[in-house]
């Protein structure tokens, strides 16, 4: 089955500092999900992927698709402490199954 | 919209005995659900696609026999451990599809075999 490579595993930043996790895949995928899970908490769906070359902001964070669809990245910018929790990209197949990487941990210094 | 819950939230059981995990979509109808387990501090692996009226599907090393699945109606679907041993101690979470792929997560359930 396809897999996704997510890096880093671990971010450390100071609030107010920007973030970026890539994700990464050895083949061409259809559409690319991302996550965020608060510690303690689960999945929340932040946004969906599918167009080559494909970039949406949600105010402070910028998703985008790679030109060939391989790979992706979340860009948060100024980080606040409400963006505390792991970031999973997550490769769509079929009948609506994902793959998930194994996420960044993203913690944030006030 | 697209609230998905989960019960029970933990639930403790001793080695040998059967645990249900009900997971329900509370505002909308959800022909396909999947079955998560989370270990601490790692990614989500799928444990099996749920479809409603017929057989789930179950990922390659999930025994089936163990985790039953059943989807009887649009809004609930139940995951029973069976015979549970401590390895089986885990977050279980659930999601729902909609149309356009995204999925919604239930809150997870905590499992502790003892």
């Known amino acids: 089955g396809q897999q996704v490579m997510q890096i880093p595993q671990y971010q450390h930043v100071q609030e107010g500092e920007d973030f970026t996790t890539y994700c990464n895949s050895s083949?061409?995928?259809?559409?690319i999900q991302w996550y965020k899970q608060r510690p303690g908490g689960h999945p929340v769906f932040l946004i969906q992927?599918?167009?080559?070359?494909e970039v949406k902001k949600q105010k402070r964070l910028t998703f985008q698709f790679g030109e060939a669809k391989k790979n992706s990245s979340l860009h948060i910018t100024a980080t606040q402490t409400t963006d505390v929790g792991t970031y999973f990209c997550?490769?769509?197949?079929?009948?609506?199954?994902?793959?998930f990487g194994k996420g960044t941990l993203l913690t944030v210094n006030p | 919209g697209a609230v998905v819950s989960q019960h029970p939230s933990w639930v403790i059981c001793k080695s040998g005995t059967s645990v249900k995990i009900e997971c329900r979509s509370l505002d909308f109808q959800a022909t396909t659900m999947f079955w998560y387990r989370q270990f601490p501090k790692q990614s989500l692996m799928l444990m099996a696609t749920?479809?409603?009226?017929?057989?789930?599907?179950?990922e390659q090393g999930v025994e089936k026999d163990k985790f039953l699945i059943n989807h009887a109606s649009l809004t609930l679907s139940t995951l029973t451990v069976t015979s549970a041993h401590p390895e089986d101690s885990s977050f279980y979470i659930c999601?729902?599809?909609?149309?356009?792929?995204?999925?919604?997560f239930g809150p997870g359930t905590r499992l502790t075999v003892t």
């Open positions: 999601s729902a599809t909609l149309a356009g792929g995204e999925q919604y």
């Open positions: 997550a490769a769509g197949g079929s009948n609506y199954k994902l793959t």
């Open positions: 992927l599918v167009k080559s070359g």
């Open positions: 749920s479809n409603e009226g017929s057989k789930a599907t179950y």
């Open positions: 083949t061409t995928l259809s559409n």
